[in-house]
């Protein structure tokens, strides 16, 4: 009995071939829908893709065609096609807005762009093309059943930006531009109010002004080291007990010190 139930697995998959590979070289529309039906229920997200390809051309915004391209823009996500998927669940809403798959359609074609999105080193184009399209669904589904999975994705996006401009600003300093440092932290901060990464960004701007100072011609100086004192003062008003407060300090006395030739 068990050999004959392999055996008749072994053929009902061999039709099963047959079946699809008639279906892929087929001409009848008809044929390889129900053939990519069939492999888009049996989980063959590939095989099913491959037909969809074939009959998609023809059937664009054909109102017949709806299940049709939501099976394939769901395959193309499933298998992590994520450029692909974007784009044809962006073309679902498009020709069918009265849909009852448009909110999920809509929330997964937005989606979709969150896994292309790059580590923050990289450049973030795709990082911000996300977040658009993710705000376009929160702003038409505010009470849609994905939103808080929405804002949790914008949040994680928009903190990636966050540490990505943190960390450009930090190059100037590590690479002693100190002028273009100090201007990139205070755009930091203007950009990101609630950072957390504000205490870090106030130590390298001090860092910055301080290193320029010390390191200027004797006509800029006295106005850059009073600079630097007051981004010491700016550093410890926002926290008195910084991680940084030791070397904030040894840069204070060296600022004081370096002042008092200008006050004789």
Do not use: H
């Not at 009470?143 to 990636?160: F, T, Y």
């Amino acid at each position: 009995m068990k050999k004959f139930l392999v055996l008749f697995a072994v053929v009902l998959f061999l039709i099963s071939c047959s079946d699809y590979q008639r279906a892929l070289k087929s001409e009848d529309v008809a044929l390889k829908f129900a053939s990519a039906t069939k492999m888009y229920d049996s989980k063959k997200y590939g095989k099913a893709i491959r037909l969809f390809e074939q009959i998609a051309p023809a059937n664009k915004g054909k109102a017949s065609a709806e299940k049709m391209f939501y099976m394939y823009s769901q395959a193309l996500y499933i298998t992590n096609q994520y450029y692909l998927a974007g784009y044809q669940f962006e073309s679902f809403v498009a020709s069918y807005p009265k849909s009852e798959k448009i909110e999920e359609t809509s929330f997964l074609g937005a989606k979709s762009f969150t896994f292309l999105s790059p580590i923050y080193s990289l450049d973030q184009t795709d990082t911000n093309k996300a977040i658009d399209k993710l705000q376009n669904y929160i702003d038409t589904y505010p009470d849609g059943k994905n939103i808080v999975e929405a804002n949790s994705l914008v949040k994680m996006l928009r903190e990636k930006l966050e540490k990505k401009a943190f960390e450009n600003a930090k190059i100037y300093n590590t690479v002693s531009n100190y002028k273009a440092a100090m201007v990139a932290f205070d755009n930091f901060m203007i950009n990101f109010p609630g950072t957390p990464y504000k205490e870090k960004a106030l130590y390298y701007k001090l860092d910055s002004a301080y290193s320029l100072a010390i390191n200027s011609v004797p006509t800029k100086m006295k106005e850059r080291l009073e600079n630097a004192k007051t981004a010491y003062q700016v550093l410890m008003k926002f926290k008195a007990d910084t991680e940084f407060k030791n070397k904030a300090d040894q840069m204070l006395a060296r600022i004081d010190n370096d002042l008092k030739q200008f006050s004789k």
